[in-house]
């Protein structure tokens, strides 16, 4: 098993420039789940999905946009990114509503000049 | 509106020496609180605790939570070079699907 997998690594962007994160994750977990991780803030929840077709905002929803097509991915848009989008982007998923431990992915760090 | 805070921000020790990190927290209808340990890339689960008094344990580290002064600590005992990392406090709460909110992490640093 491969987890919870994050593409790309590291990315650098212009003002207004827009892209996409993915992520994916092999096993089989319902819930997904976007953070944004910002130095002495800790984890910010942006986005989640409770499943497949299904997306809900968290606390800093705000110049982004997620979908979740299929279980095993979920997506994150900047459709026009800003310099206060800096920041390491961390997905992580859980196996369902009575299980706690929400497994993370390796973080993507995105810079916006 | 829902809290965790993290004390201290940073700590540095010499290997060997014993630590405790705080977590305290003010969250409507607490279901769960959690302790991650980040290194350089993704935070790995240590302990989930759900009941006040009761001891998670897992080699040097420990965990106790009180439900009733809202906080948790994490002990560290006999710290390694290798412990050094940032350590996260999450709370759930039983809002949606089970959403986490974190403190500010304590960066914890042992120097040999």
């Known amino acids: 098993n491969a987890g919870v997998t994050q593409t790309p690594k590291f990315r650098v962007l212009k003002t207004g420039q827009s892209m996409t994160l993915l992520c994916a994750q092999d096993m089989n977990h319902e819930y997904m789940y976007w953070y944004r991780q910002d130095p002495g803030m800790g984890l910010r929840l942006i986005h989640y999905?409770?499943?497949?077709?299904?997306?809900a905002k968290g606390e800093v929803p705000d110049g982004y946009n997620v979908s979740r097509l299929k279980k095993q991915n979920f997506l994150l848009g900047l459709e026009s990114a800003a310099p206060s989008q800096t920041s390491v982007y961390f997905c992580?998923?859980?196996?369902?509503?009575?299980?706690?431990?929400?497994?993370f992915g390796p973080g993507t760090r995105l810079t916006v000049l | 509106e829902d809290k965790v805070v993290q004390s201290p921000l940073s700590l540095v020790v010499h290997e060997g020496d014993t630590v405790t990190l705080n977590c305290s927290y003010e969250?409507?209808?607490?279901?769960?609180l959690l302790w991650y340990k980040q290194e350089k890339k993704a935070p790995t689960f240590l302990f989930m605790l759900?009941?006040?008094?009761i001891e998670k344990k897992s080699g040097r580290l420990s965990s106790i939570l009180d439900k009733k002064e809202l906080f948790s600590i994490l002990n560290i005992t006999a710290t390694q070079t290798g412990d050094s990392a940032i350590y996260l406090c999450?709370?759930?709460?039983?809002?949606?699907?089970?959403?986490?909110?974190f403190g500010q992490g304590t960066r914890l640093t042992i120097n040999p």
């Open positions: 992580a998923s859980k196996k369902a509503r009575t299980t706690d431990e929400q497994f």
């Open positions: 969250v409507t209808n607490f279901r769960s």
């Open positions: 759900t009941s006040s008094g």
């Open positions: 999450a709370v759930e709460g039983p809002w949606g699907a089970q959403k986490l909110v």
């Open positions: 999905s409770v499943g497949e077709g299904t997306t």
